[in-house]
Structures are given as structure tokens and as C-alpha cells.
């Protein structure tokens, strides 16, 4: 018996010796080098596997060796248990021809319960493992699938051979998290009821990995065009075009199918394994490292979710990437909503396999390519796939998140009401570069240049760019959202009512709006600092751009310590670098310049890195808001009470918060600002008494620290002042929001010409509209007859905290251009001694300021 079992094991290692040649592995799951480990090394351990395979088998003793875990081949003893081995099959295998998996009570299992339920003191940890060749999802109606589907139920050992030679270099095993057999056991039921509740546990565990790796069943993309176009909602979508537009019912049926041909994507797991290696090829060619923080949750949650995936939208490969790294961790490439302005030739193609559906940058005036539209969407969400869309619309220029486009959210929300079986989660993702390819291509456009469109040459320009140096890049994973819960808090009732394709609820755009706002402040909740925004941030709020070296380590050191000491939110991740290695890496990626004197070297920007700064400098703005306006009360102001330091963040905040997307509500301010505070004096960047704050002597380098983190909130503080001021030089009710608008936008850039300000965005008309439309939504401002803005005397409240900010000089250019420029029926009165008294505050205030 003994030379037998020494015969077996010897083959069994053999034969996995020899799969190994060829066969590679990545692992996902709990394994005991994680960090996260749930698997108890002093109690037994058994594996079991879904089907009854020898080569999944031999997969799993080649991890477990790996990993140091016991081997599933290895004899299983303890209390009343003496097992062979340490496995057993979920199914056995019943046919001759066609052989089908059958779900039965394995007689190991059965063993080990019986030992477990006779001795009080042991248990076994029953560890699900899940071996996949290939990864691919199965076509629906398929006669392949029935002979070669190597992921479900019909097979043979012919069918796993072809599995293992075409897909073993792309095999993934996942270990799940282990479960005690002895709680079930512990549960009280006959021996037969026990067994049933494992297999159900064990069988769901399986039924939902599997959908969480691969995918639903796909079905061909011509069965899914003609079930769509076929569906009820889209038969009445083309009696209405027939009816509206006078035209033969074949015809609106053709145009209804030309539409769902050229939205539906075409999703092809060939096509997805060829852009693996290129994009694998392509990631190691520019970027030194991908970090992905955060994922883990996401496959839970995917298990028993409905996923959609939305990121920021920095660069075009922001949809590769996230893909990339969703399909190397396990988890199933998404149905990525894409602008109709990709479907080019060949990459069209492309990116329709690897799961792009292309839409129309607008629906108006074409109900029935809308109707199609949302009924495609209503069929992904509905039947279990993951989705992904740029909540943002369109790449951010400027390195902000932008203002949420909700068209896709209010087609998902009408979707989620007309049938919410299945729980849908929101996954807000921020994607991050230390160097972002179309940098150059958002400098021109920022400075005026026409924006290009996209050109299957593109894709060549990016190649010739390979040579140069990215740095790293970054996805991490948000909080989720929960559609349902948000639903519960915005409209408790929701459930009593009842949806169909065509209605829409009073309520649901304000829920879009502020769904939205939550995304898009959750996006920012992830946001990941590195080395070239630090750096970014810290050079860009000097005078002239330029930093003595030590300086300059000490200033990035000071500001990774106090965004270590006020953590901005859990999912926020920081480069585990000082001051120095920052510099190194920034200087590597030739973004800041070194120059050398006598005394020391000089780190700075040059004209160019200066305004593409600006850019990654407002990947991490809203993470600094806070303390840079704290710290800019103290600009021109030697000392503050708590209180007034209070309000005046109060007064301010909502505006920011609006622009910025900051994650707290202002009932939340003061305990915000509080904590700031503490963490400012225990810098040494204020010094307190009692009530009182007080900024550092002036000679100080905690000075110089307060005076640089105070600019980083200054510009959007110098959009506000040149509102209002305009506002005031007009007048109540003289100007509508487009002609203030417009002179906000001249002053502006006035203001960059004269006072070197080199942040493109600082004289974006867009960020003046939502200004203009905060000042309404907090009713400083409304809107009369004649569409012209009315005011009283809180906008000159506001002016004059505003003035009291800001640095003399820029005042003064703005004060000069609004008593200078109006109309001269509505030009304030100037006079000589107002003027001299002008004067005198600004020669005052100027040896208060910081320098």
C-alpha cells in the first residue's frame, strides 16, 4: 500500500513538473504573505475545487508550495480524521460521451463532518479554490461552448487539453477567504441538512466568482442587436418615428437597427488578450510602475453587485488602464462607454472588442437613437454587466475634476427604477499620472489653441513619444456607492412607486445633480499624491518659481507631514518619499531645472513647466484648500481670533467647495478647521494664546512655509474678487450673467499679463459661470425681467473680505480696471482723496504682508 501511494505521489509531482513548462500562474485571494491573511495556519486545512480536474489540481499544489501553505496531494490528519489527501470535488463527472458535472456530497466531507461534530475541540478550514484557463466569457447559443467552454459544465478531459495548451500561459487561481466547518456544524442540523448547506455556500461562492472573473454569458453581438431592436420599448420607439416622420415602417426599423450596430460593442476575449501584451509592452515601455490602491473591497463587492466603474478622465489611455488593471486582478473587463469620435477605422474596431460602445456626444432631436440608446444600457445593467463612463464627460485640461455631465447617470437611474433585482454599486476611481501624455496637446488648447480631433494618427505620435520618460501611474479605488442606499436618502418612498421606460419622477433630476456631486467628490476622496504635484505645488506658489534646494526639502517635507497629520480621507495614498528623493524623481522626468551658484543649487521652472505644473498642481489642489486658506488669513493679518477665523472659512467655503469638490458639508466646517488648526501650531506654522492665533516672526522658516501654502489657494480667491468687483462697477441689475462672464474673463487676463500668472485655467469662462451660479444658488445674486443680475449689500461684504486676502498689488489692478472701465452712467465715484486713501492702505498693508 505504502509503495503504491509513493508510485502516485511520485507521477502526481512528475506530471506537474511537466504542465509547468508551460503553464503560468498569477494568484488572487487570501494567501498567508497578504496582509489581510484569514487563514489559521495551526488548524486543518482542505481545499476543495469545483470540478473534478487533475490539472486544476496540480495547479493548486504548484500555489500552495509556492505560498507555504499545506499541499492539497499531502495526507489530512488530526481528531478522528486520517485523509489521504486534503481536497475533495464540489461535482463529479457523469456520461460517457458528452460528460456533464453533477453536484453530490462528497465522502470526504461527509468524513470530516462526522469528525468535527464527535470532537468539540477541532475543526477543519474548508478553503474554496478557483482555477481559470483563459478567462474567457461564454457565448450564449453557442455549439463551441458546448464542446470546448472549459469554465462551465460540459466537458471532457480532450476539452481541458485544449484548455490547458491554448490558455495556460494566462491562468489565474483565486483563493477564497476559508470557512469554518465547524460553525456549521455547530448549527444544530442533521448530518444530510449540514452537507446541503456547505455545497449551497460553496456552490453560490463559485456561481459568483465566476461571474465576478469572466463576466455573464455574452451573447453574439447580432442575437443582442436583434433582441434589442426587437424589444417592446423599441417596437413603440419605431411606430412613433413612423408616425412623426412620415416614413414606412421598414425603414424606421432599419434606421433603429443601424443605430443598435453602431452603439452595441462586440466583445472578443481574443482581441482583450491581444491588447494585454501590447499594453503590457506598452505600460513597461513609458511607465516605471502602475500603483493600484484599494481593489480588494471592489471584488468583493462585485460578487453580489452589478459594477460601474467611474473614473476621472485625465488621457485618452485613462479606459486602457483601468481595464488593464481590472483584468490582471482578477476581476472582468467592463462595457466602457466611449465617444462616437473614437470609432475610427481599425482602433474603432478595436476598442468595440475590447468592450467599447460608442455614443453620440448628443441625443436631441432623435428620440428613436435615444430609445435605443437606453434600452442597450437598460440590458447591461440589468443582466449583471460591468459598465464603465467618464462622469466627467470629456478629459480634464486643467488637472480639476470637472463638473459631472449627468446624462449617463439619469439614463443608469432610470434604468436602476425600472428594475433594481439586482443591487447596482458605483465605483468612483481616480486615475492619476506623474506625467500625462497629452500634456503638451491641453498647454496649447488651455492657451487658446483649436481643440484636435482625434486622428487614428494620434495613435503614432504617442508611439514616436516612447523614448521619454512617464514616471508612474496611479488608479485607486473610491468608496462605493450603493445606488440603492443613495436612493434611501434622497428619496425614501422610491420603492412605492412604479417606473417604466418613459417616466420620469419630479424628483430625479435633483437626485442626478446631487449623485453627481457626490461622484465626483468621491473621485476626489482617492486622489494620489506624488512626487511631481508636490513638488508642483510647492515651486509654483514661490515668487518666481525657483527654490534653494534645502529650502525646498524642507518645504515638501513640512507639507507631507501635515497632510500625514489631517489626512484629507482614508483613500488618499502619499509617496513614501522625503523632500529630497521627490526632487530626485521630479528632476528625472526633466519636468524642474537645477541651476548652480557659489552659494548652493537652485531648483525652478522654466516657461514651459511652469504653466504644465499648474496642471498637476490642480490634481491636489482640493487636498490642500483648507489649511491654504487658513494660512492666507494670516497674508496680511499678524494675528486672528478663532472666531474670526471661523467665519470668514465659513463664508468662503461653499464656493470652494462647489469648485473644488470638497468632501465635507459646512456643518462639518468647524471641526475641519479646528483640527487644521491644531495641526498648523504643531508645525510651528502659528503660534496660539488661548483664543488667539498668531502667525510666525517673519524671519522665520515656518513663515516662509505659511506664506507658500497660502498661495496655493490664492488664484481662485482673485476670480472671486474680480467678480464682485465687477459686479459692484456695474451695478444692480446693468449686466446679465453672459456680459459678466465675459468681463471676468477679460480681466483676467489682464491680470495674468500684468502680474505673470501662468495657470491657463485662472481665466477659464466656465470656472466664472459656476462661480456666478453658486452666488445665485446662494441668492447674493437673482436674476430680474430682464435677465439682468441684482444685488444689495452683502456682495460689498464680500468684496471686502475678499480685498482683505489678496496681495496689495493684485487689488490694486483690479480696483484700478473697475473704477476705470464702466459705464460711465453707473462708474462709481472716484475721487482724489479716495484715492490717496487707497493708496495708504495698500503701503500699510504691504509691510504686514508676507513677502
Not at 257 to 269: G, L, Q
Not at 384 to 408: A, D, H, Q
Not at 633 to 642: D, G, H, K, P, V
Amino acid at each position: 500500500m505504502d509503495t503504491t501511494v509513493s508510485i502516485s505521489r511520485y507521477l502526481f509531482n512528475l506530471l506537474r513538473r511537466l504542465m509547468f513548462l508551460w503553464v503560468k500562474t498569477s494568484v488572487q485571494g487570501t494567501l498567508p504573505q497578504l496582509p489581510d491573511n484569514e487563514i489559521d495556519g495551526k488548524k486543518s486545512i482542505i481545499y476543495v475545487l469545483h470540478n473534478r480536474s487533475l490539472s486544476d489540481l496540480l495547479v493548486l499544489d504548484r500555489e500552495c508550495v509556492k505560498a507555504g501553505l499545506p499541499r492539497p496531494y499531502a495526507p489530512l490528519t488530526g481528531q478522528d480524521i486520517d485523509e489521504p489527501h486534503a481536497y475533495f470535488f464540489l461535482t463529479k463527472p457523469e456520461g460517457v460521451i458528452l460528460r456533464r458535472e453533477k453536484m453530490y456530497n462528497a465522502p470526504r466531507l461527509m468524513r470530516l463532518a462526522q469528525a468535527v461534530s464527535k470532537n468539540d475541540g477541532s475543526d477543519v478550514q474548508i478553503v474554496p479554490v478557483s482555477v481559470f484557463w483563459g478567462r474567457q466569457p461564454d457565448k450564449e447559443q453557442s455549439a463551441f461552448k458546448l464542446l470546448f467552454a472549459w469554465n462551465y459544465n460540459v466537458g471532457s478531459r480532450f476539452k481541458k487539453f485544449l484548455a490547458v495548451l491554448f490558455h495556460g500561459r494566462q491562468t489565474l487561481v483565486h483563493f477564497n477567504a476559508p470557512m469554518s466547518l465547524r460553525e456549521i456544524v455547530e448549527e444544530g442540523q442533521d448530518e444530510e441538512r449540514t452537507l446541503r448547506k456547505i455545497n449551497r455556500i460553496l456552490r453560490v461562492h463559485f456561481r459568483q466568482l465566476h461571474t465576478t472573473v469572466n463576466g455573464p454569458d455574452l451573447s453574439h453581438r447580432r442575437t443582442l442587436v436583434d433582441g434589442l431592436v426587437d424589444s417592446d420599448v423599441i417596437r413603440r420607439s419605431i411606430e412613433k418615428e413612423v408616425e412623426e416622420h412620415g416614413i414606412s415602417q421598414e425603414k424606421a426599423y432599419l434606421r433603429a437597427r443601424k443605430y443598435a450596430n453602431e452603439i452595441v460593442s462586440d466583445y472578443s476575449h481574443p482581441v482583450v488578450r491581444f491588447m494585454d501584451i501590447l499594453l503590457t509592452w506598452f505600460w513597461n515601455k513609458i511607465y516605471s510602475g502602475v500603483e493600484v490602491n484599494h481593489i480588494e473591497p471592489i471584488r468583493e463587492l462585485a460578487k453580489n453587485h452589478e459594477i460601474v466603474y467611474l473614473p476621472c478622465h485625465r488621457s485618452h489611455i485613462d479606459y486602457l488602464l483601468l481595464s488593464y488593471v481590472l483584468y490582471h486582478r482578477g476581476l472582468q473587463v467592463p462595457h466602457i462607454a466611449a465617444g462616437i469620435n473614437l470609432n475610427m477605422p481599425i482602433v474603432g474596431s478595436i476598442l468595440r472588442s475590447s468592450g467599447a460602445f460608442f455614443i453620440r456626444r448628443s441625443f436631441k432631436g432623435n428620440q428613436l437613437y435615444s430609445s435605443v440608446f437606453h434600452e442597450y444600457l437598460h440590458t447591461l445593467f440589468t443582466r449583471g454587466f460591468p459598465t464603465e463612463f467618464f462622469v466627467e464627460g470629456g478629459r480634464s485640461r486643467t488637472g480639476r475634476t470637472l463638473r459631472p455631465k449627468t446624462g449617463m447617470l439619469a439614463i443608469m437611474l432610470r434604468s436602476y427604477l425600472r428594475s433594481h433585482s439586482k443591487p447596482i454599486a458605483l465605483v468612483p476611481v481616480y486615475v492619476g499620472y506623474e506625467k500625462v501624455l497629452e500634456a503638451s496637446t491641453y498647454m496649447g488648447e488651455l492657451r487658446g489653441a483649436q481643440k484636435k480631433k482625434e486622428s487614428p494618427l494620434d495613435i503614432f505620435r504617442t508611439v514616436a513619444a516612447l523614448k521619454e520618460n512617464f514616471g508612474n501611474a496611479f488608479v485607486n479605488f473610491g468608496e462605493p456607492i450603493k445606488l440603492g442606499e443613495f436612493l434611501d436618502q434622497v428619496q425614501p418612498d422610491w420603492q412605492k412607486q412604479e417606473y417604466d421606460e418613459e417616466y420620469r419622477p419630479a424628483w430625479l433630476r435633483d437626485a442626478t445633480n446631487t449623485l453627481g456631486t457626490a461622484v465626483a467628490s468621491s473621485i476626489n476622496n482617492a486622489a494620489a499624491i506624488n512626487a511631481v504635484n508636490m513638488v508642483g505645488t510647492a515651486l509654483l506658489n514661490t515668487p518666481r518659481m525657483a527654490l534653494g534646494e534645502e529650502e525646498l526639502v524642507l518645504l515638501l517635507n513640512a507639507l507631507n507631514i501635515l497632510m500625514a497629520r489631517v489626512p484629507y480621507s482614508d483613500y488618499i495614498t502619499r509617496p513614501d518619499l522625503d523632500g529630497q528623493a521627490m526632487i530626485k524623481q521630479v528632476e528625472a522626468l526633466n519636468m524642474i531645472e537645477r541651476r548652480s551658484d557659489s552659494l548652493g543649487d537652485i531648483i525652478c521652472l522654466d516657461e514651459r513647466n511652469t504653466v504644465l505644473m499648474t496642471y498637476y498642481r490642480n490634481n491636489i489642489l482640493h487636498l490642500v484648500a483648507i489649511p491654504s486658506l487658513i494660512c492666507r488669513l494670516f497674508s496680511n493679518t499678524y494675528q486672528l481670533e478663532r472666531s474670526e477665523i471661523l467665519a470668514k472659512c465659513q463664508n468662503f467655503y461653499p464656493y470652494l467647495k462647489a469648485e473644488l469638490f470638497l468632501r465635507w458639508e459646512s456643518k462639518q466646517l468647524t471641526e475641519v478647521v479646528d483640527q487644521w488648526l491644531e495641526a498648523l501650531v504643531e508645525a510651528g506654522l502659528l503660534n496660539r494664546e488661548g483664543e488667539t492665533f498668531i502667525r510666525p516672526d517673519s524671519s522665520s522658516s515656518e513663515f516662509i512655509t505659511l506664506t507658500i501654502l497660502s498661495r496655493a489657494i490664492q488664484q481662485p480667491l482673485e476670480r472671486y474678487f474680480v467678480v464682485i468687483s465687477l459686479l459692484l462697477r456695474n451695478g444692480s441689475g446693468n449686466v446679465n450673467s453672459q456680459e459678466l462672464e465675459k468681463q471676468s474673463q477679460e480681466m483676467s487676463q489682464r491680470l495674468s499679463m500684468l502680474h505673470g500668472l501662468n495657470a491657463p485655467e485662472f481665466f477659464d469662462k466656465t470656472l466664472f459661470r459656476y462661480f456666478i451660479g453658486e452666488l445665485k444658488a446662494a441668492a447674493l445674486l437673482e436674476e430680474n425681467e430682464n435677465g439682468h443680475l441684482i444685488f444689495d449689500d452683502r456682495i460689498a461684504v464680500m468684496a471686502e473680505d475678499s480685498r482683505r486676502l489678496l496681495p496689495s498689488e493684485i487689488r490694486h489692478s483690479i480696483r484700478q480696471v473697475t473704477w476705470s472701465s464702466g459705464p460711465e452712467a453707473d462708474e462709481p465715484e472716484v475721487t482724489i482723496q479716495k484715492v490717496e486713501v487707497e493708496k495708504a492702505e495698500i503701503e500699510k498693508e504691504k509691510e504686514t504682508e508676507a513677502p
